[in-house]
């Protein structure tokens, strides 16, 4: 066990290299480039024997993850944006295959217009793509839910995502305990499931009339849904382990007797909790539940952490064109049925700062409200 | 938690020195947040670098609009360029060598001025070990929240 | 080298009970390349024909293991499935991914120059029946000038884009083309290709007598003729080496072309035209016109 400064993109590679990934795919973007550099370097540095497999898109990128993963072996890709748009059409198939094939993802703002800087709607636009996504607030997040990405997707056989901001995690150092190997190897054993064996052929992808596609969507689902008790399990395994617990779907936050609640994930989490410290300390009951898991969505987890509080706050870093944000739009619809006011708000879209000043101003904007929110609001055009 | 902004150009040291501020921090138990300004810039253009550090785990992550408790200014043709106080604190303070609080006169918009000058000697290998001497005498180490 | 039909594996590794047409092209040539890869082959097909008449739901005639995969990435998916055996430390396997034209030389054409140019250790293998059969007979970059399909009435306008030369300016391990008439042709350049450590590319031409509009039980004669006239030369590329593999007799190409539906509005002098340019090709003058 070592405390040392890393970048959100060295800690994603540092996580898979603990995680001993056997098979490496990628095609450089930005910013999510430095993540792939550093594995390739461990790889010819001879620290992890991992083949790397050098294709010429985003699409053929995980296309090679996933025939490695379906030939059996443990398999790891970084993209954002763009890369992961491209991709689209194999995240739905991989995760349609219920390979677990772990994904690191810069989040960076879409084009158009062009923008090579931090936010969420990338990885939203991949929502309903049967990935669990988990969204890490700092660079340790970002390793520990690495080491966890592995073990969920393997005990679910659901590919995983882990999200972390452009630049603001990405290219930015912060101090990361990397853990110890061998507890590691002890944590995530490699269970491998050879889908395409010499040994036992047998046919993936054959045509599914009608008579069949929808009880594998069920059963796909189903997975998803089952995902929900996995990603707390794991969580909590990993706390008993190595000492740091990320709570699982959602972390609660001096919640005890909060009143007003903000609701973010990523890194805006971070700042937000500044802003409830500094909030309680003048007396404000002011609270934050940050959500860790976005797919599967923690319904019933927020559902109970939500109960008793009066006023909402959500904040996006996204917008879903013609709805509002996105988690905005699923916290409503999970808190259906309880009568407590939530206002959601889109801000710092392609990478316009969002400073805990700004967030204080959110949050009184949210009180002065008198009526819940039909729609989000933009905040800090 | 304190914030010290790096200005420089592209291709001048400005990264690696907050970045080996940095380790020597970590080294000293001190909690400890390094980025450069998140652009892609040619050779040459004016970049920053920002370094924050503290006694507990640093949470801000606002980029754009930073706001620094000291400014170290590594390439004087940036006074004429820039305006290196940007959301500079109240009672921050602008760091250079070889310029003069005069000379600076309202490129300085009321910051306090220091001078590096006295604090290097003549190739004077270290330059990070002398910034951290620099900051601790300046008080921006002593961290009281 | 030499091989008999006598000395070939009485084992069926695809074919029996497949769901594509009776004289289906496609599934002679893979009953054919089979006989030559063996049963530690693991085989990748995009959309295609090829990949529906395999199986469906719970049944397969592959009895190796067959993944459908998308349309655009199957030699991306083979590179992967190399790198895990790999990892593994499984050598004695045959990794293919087989592509129609379009999974070839169209929507493909990405991931299959990315896998060629990184020299990955497989087969690639175009079964060319030269139109998009799977989605009803389209025009694609493989459909030969003059050809009528579903979308252009008219024909083509312009020549089939020449996947063997691509290929072969990849430089990799082995190119070749092969026809379903000459099976022992085909297996030849099938075990050669599954003995390089590198990247093989197999063009093999097999008509769709749908799309052709050409009697169901002519689909190997057509693949014949078009062979004899010397419109499609069977050749081989080995390590750079440039061999071809059987001589034609240089039938007139018209036996060939006039009586498929596809060119069945073929004029004199387009047909003569094409003569000429197969003349020239193997340097045989003008005595043909």
Same mark, same amino acid.
């Given at each position: 066990?070592?405390?040392?400064?890393?970048?959100?993109?060295?800690?994603?590679?540092?996580?898979?290299?603990?995680?001993?990934?056997?098979?490496?795919?990628?095609?450089?973007?930005?910013?999510?480039?430095?993540?792939?550099?550093?594995?390739?370097?461990?790889?010819?540095?001879?620290?992890?024997?991992?083949?790397?497999?050098?294709?010429?898109?985003?699409?053929?990128?995980?296309?090679?993850?996933?025939?490695?993963?379906?030939?059996?072996?443990?398999?790891?890709?970084?993209?954002?944006?763009?890369?992961?748009?491209?991709?689209?059409?194999?995240?739905?198939?991989?995760?349609?295959?219920?390979?677990?094939?772990?994904?690191?993802?810069?989040?960076?703002?879409?084009?158009?217009?062009?923008?090579?800087?931090?936010?969420?709607?990338?990885?939203?636009?991949?929502?309903?793509?049967?990935?669990?996504?988990?969204?890490?607030?700092?660079?340790?997040?970002? @390793?520990?839910?690495?080491?966890?990405?592995?073990?969920?997707?393997?005990?679910?056989?659901?590919?995983?995502?882990?999200?972390?901001?452009?630049?603001?995690?990405?290219?930015?150092?912060?101090?990361?305990?990397?853990?110890?190997?061998?507890?590691?190897?002890?944590?995530?054993?490699?269970?491998?499931?050879?889908?395409?064996?010499?040994?036992?052929?047998?046919?993936?992808?054959?045509?599914?009339?009608?008579?069949?596609?929808?009880?594998?969507?069920?059963?796909?689902?189903?997975?998803?849904?089952?995902?929900?008790?996995?990603?707390?399990?794991?969580?909590?395994?990993?706390?008993?382990?190595?000492?740091?617990?990320?709570?699982?779907?959602?972390?609660?936050?001096?919640?005890?007797?909060?009143?007003?609640?903000?609701?973010?994930?990523?890194?805006?989490?971070?700042?937000?909790?500044?802003?409830?410290?500094? @909030?309680?300390?003048?007396?404000?009951?002011?609270?934050?539940?940050?959500?860790?898991?976005?797919?599967?969505?923690?319904?019933?987890?927020?559902?109970?952490?939500?109960?008793?509080?009066?006023?909402?706050?959500?904040?996006?870093?996204?917008?879903?064109?013609?709805?509002?944000?996105?988690?905005?739009?699923?916290?409503?619809?999970?808190?259906?049925?309880?009568?407590?006011?939530?206002?959601?708000?889109?801000?710092?879209?392609?990478?316009?700062?969002?400073?805990?000043?700004?967030?204080?101003?959110?949050?009184?904007?949210?009180?002065?409200?008198?009526?819940?929110?039909?729609?989000?609001?933009?905040?800090? @055009? | 938690?304190?914030?010290?902004?790096?200005?420089?150009?592209?291709?001048?040291?400005?990264?690696?020195?907050?970045?080996?501020?940095?380790?020597?921090?970590?080294?000293?138990?001190?909690?400890?947040?390094?980025?450069?300004?998140?652009?892609?810039?040619?050779?040459?253009?004016?970049?920053?670098?920002?370094?924050?550090?503290?006694?507990?785990?640093?949470?801000?992550?606002?980029?754009?609009? !930073?706001?620094?408790?000291?400014?170290?200014?590594?390439?004087?043709?940036?006074?004429?360029?820039?305006?290196?106080?940007?959301?500079?604190?109240?009672?921050? !303070?602008?760091?250079?060598?070889?310029? !003069?609080?005069?000379?600076?006169?309202?490129?300085?918009?009321?910051?306090?001025?220091?001078?590096?000058?006295?604090?290097?000697?003549?190739?004077?290998?270290?330059?990070?070990?002398?910034?951290?001497?620099?900051?601790?005498?300046?008080?921006?180490?002593?961290?009281?929240? | #080298?030499?091989?008999?039909?006598?000395?070939?594996?009485?084992?069926? +590794?695809?074919?029996?009970?497949?769901?594509?047409?009776?004289?289906?092209?496609?599934? &002679?040539?893979?009953?054919?390349?089979?006989?030559?890869?063996?049963?530690?082959?693991?085989?990748?097909?995009?959309?295609? $024909?090829?990949?529906?008449?395999?199986?469906?739901?719970?049944?397969?005639?592959?009895?190796?293991?067959?993944?459908?995969?998308?349309?655009?990435?199957?030699?991306? &998916?083979?590179?992967?499935?190399?790198?895990? +055996?790999?990892?593994?430390?499984?050598?004695?396997?045959?990794?293919?991914?087989?592509?129609?034209?379009?999974?070839?030389?169209?929507?493909?054409?990405?991931?299959?120059?990315?896998?060629?140019?990184?020299?990955?250790?497989?087969?690639?293998? $175009? /079964?060319?029946?030269? #139109?998009? #059969?799977?989605?009803?007979?389209?025009?694609?970059?493989?459909?030969?000038?003059?050809?009528?399909?579903?979308? #252009?009435?008219?024909?083509?306008?312009?020549?089939?884009?020449?996947?063997?030369?691509?290929?072969?300016?990849?430089?990799?391990? /082995?190119?070749?083309?092969?026809?379903?008439?000459?099976?022992?042709?085909?297996?030849?350049?099938?075990?050669?290709?599954?003995?390089?450590?590198?990247?093989?590319?197999?063009?093999? +031409?097999?008509? $769709?007598?749908?799309?052709?509009?050409?009697?169901?039980?002519?689909?190997?004669? /057509?693949?014949?003729?078009?062979?004899?006239?010397?419109?499609?030369?069977?050749?081989?590329?080995?390590?750079? &080496?440039?061999?071809?593999?059987?001589?034609?007799?240089?039938?007139?190409?018209?036996? /060939?072309?006039?009586?498929?539906?596809?060119?069945?509005?073929?004029?004199?002098?387009?047909? &003569?035209?094409?003569?000429?340019?197969?003349?020239?090709?193997?340097?045989?003058?003008?005595?043909?016109?």
């Amino acid at each position: 066990m070592s405390t040392t400064l890393l970048t959100g993109s060295e800690a994603a590679a540092y996580g898979a290299r603990l995680a001993r990934i056997e098979v490496l795919a990628y095609y450089p973007i930005t910013p999510a480039f430095p993540a792939m550099e550093r594995v390739s370097k461990f790889i010819d540095d001879g620290e992890l024997n991992t083949r790397f497999v050098r294709v010429e898109s985003d699409h053929s990128a995980l296309a090679a993850a996933l025939g490695a993963s379906l030939a059996g072996s443990r398999t790891f890709t970084v993209t954002n944006s763009q890369g992961l748009l491209y991709m689209t059409e194999v995240v739905y198939h991989t995760a349609g295959l219920r390979q677990p094939v772990v994904m690191a993802v810069a989040n960076r703002a879409l084009s158009a217009p062009h923008s090579r800087f931090p936010e969420q709607g990338d990885a939203i636009s991949q929502g309903a793509s049967g990935w669990i996504q988990l969204f890490c607030e700092n660079n340790q997040e970002v @390793l520990d839910n690495m080491l966890q990405a592995f073990k969920i997707a393997e005990t679910i056989r659901l590919p995983v995502m882990v999200n972390y901001e452009g630049y603001i995690q990405s290219h930015t150092l912060e101090e990361v305990e990397i853990p110890d190997e061998e507890k590691i190897d002890q944590f995530l054993p490699l269970n491998r499931v050879r889908t395409l064996d010499v040994e036992h052929p047998q046919g993936v992808n054959t045509v599914a009339s009608p008579e069949f596609y929808m009880d594998y969507k069920f059963r796909q689902n189903e997975a998803m849904e089952q995902a929900l008790t996995v990603i707390n399990n794991v969580a909590s395994d990993y706390a008993k382990e190595f000492g740091r617990d990320w709570s699982g779907l959602i972390e609660a936050y001096q919640m005890d007797d909060a009143e007003h609640v903000i609701v973010a994930m990523g890194s805006m989490v971070s700042d937000a909790r500044i802003v409830v410290d500094e @909030l309680r300390k003048a007396g404000r009951k002011v609270g934050l539940v940050k959500v860790r898991a976005w797919r599967p969505f923690p319904v019933e987890a927020l559902r109970e952490a939500l109960k008793n509080v009066q006023l909402i706050t959500v904040c996006d870093k996204n917008i879903v064109y013609g709805l509002g944000g996105a988690l905005g739009t699923e916290v409503k619809s999970a808190l259906y049925g309880q009568s407590i006011r939530l206002n959601s708000y889109i801000l710092g879209l392609g990478g316009r700062d969002v400073t805990t000043e700004e967030i204080k101003k959110v949050l009184e904007l949210s009180e002065k409200t008198e009526q819940q929110a039909i729609t989000s609001e933009w905040f800090g @055009l | 938690m304190r914030e010290i902004r790096f200005h420089g150009r592209f291709g001048q040291p400005v990264g690696k020195l907050s970045r080996a501020i940095g380790q020597e921090l970590l080294r000293q138990g001190k909690n400890v947040q390094v980025f450069d300004a998140f652009a892609a810039v040619r050779p040459g253009a004016p970049m920053y670098s920002i370094l924050r550090v503290g006694d507990e785990s640093i949470r801000k992550r606002s980029a754009n609009n !930073t706001s620094p408790d000291i400014v170290v200014v590594l390439d004087n043709s940036l006074f004429d360029v820039i305006d290196v106080t940007k959301g500079i604190k109240a009672d921050g !303070t602008v760091m250079a060598l070889g310029m !003069t609080e005069n000379a600076l006169g309202d490129k300085l918009h009321g910051s306090s001025f220091v001078s590096l000058d006295p604090y290097f000697e003549p190739n004077s290998s270290d330059v990070a070990a002398v910034f951290l001497k620099v900051l601790a005498e300046r008080d921006v180490l002593v961290v009281n929240e | #080298m030499a091989i008999s039909i006598a000395d070939l594996s009485k084992e069926e +590794l695809f074919g029996q009970g497949h769901a594509g047409c009776g004289g289906c092209g496609a599934a &002679v040539a893979g009953r054919q390349a089979m006989k030559a890869l063996g049963s530690r082959t693991i085989i990748t097909i995009p959309a295609s $024909c090829m990949a529906t008449l395999g199986g469906s739901n719970l049944k397969t005639t592959w009895q190796i293991p067959f993944y459908h995969t998308l349309f655009e990435m199957a030699p991306a &998916v083979s590179s992967g499935i190399r790198a895990a +055996l790999e990892a593994q430390g499984i050598e004695d396997v045959n990794v293919v991914s087989w592509a129609g034209d379009a999974g070839t030389a169209d929507i493909g054409f990405q991931s299959l120059t990315g896998a060629a140019e990184r020299n990955e250790h497989m087969i690639h293998v $175009c /079964y060319d029946n030269e #139109m998009y #059969m799977n989605t009803g007979g389209q025009t694609g970059s493989q459909t030969p000038m003059y050809a009528i399909t579903s979308n #252009m009435s008219k024909g083509k306008a312009v020549k089939k884009k020449n996947m063997l030369a691509i290929m072969q300016a990849h430089e990799i391990d /082995y190119v070749a083309s092969a026809s379903i008439a000459y099976p022992l042709d085909l297996i030849a350049k099938f075990k050669k290709a599954a003995e390089k450590p590198g990247f093989s590319y197999i063009h093999i +031409l097999a008509p $769709c007598h749908r799309g052709w509009q050409i009697p169901a039980e002519k689909t190997i004669e /057509y693949a014949r003729l078009a062979v004899e006239s010397g419109l499609f030369e069977l050749y081989e590329v080995d390590e750079g &080496v440039r061999n071809r593999t059987f001589e034609p007799t240089f039938i007139p190409v018209a036996d /060939y072309l006039t009586t498929q539906g596809r060119f069945k509005h073929l004029t004199s002098e387009q047909v &003569v035209k094409l003569q000429k340019s197969i003349n020239v090709y193997y340097g045989r003058g003008g005595d043909e016109e």
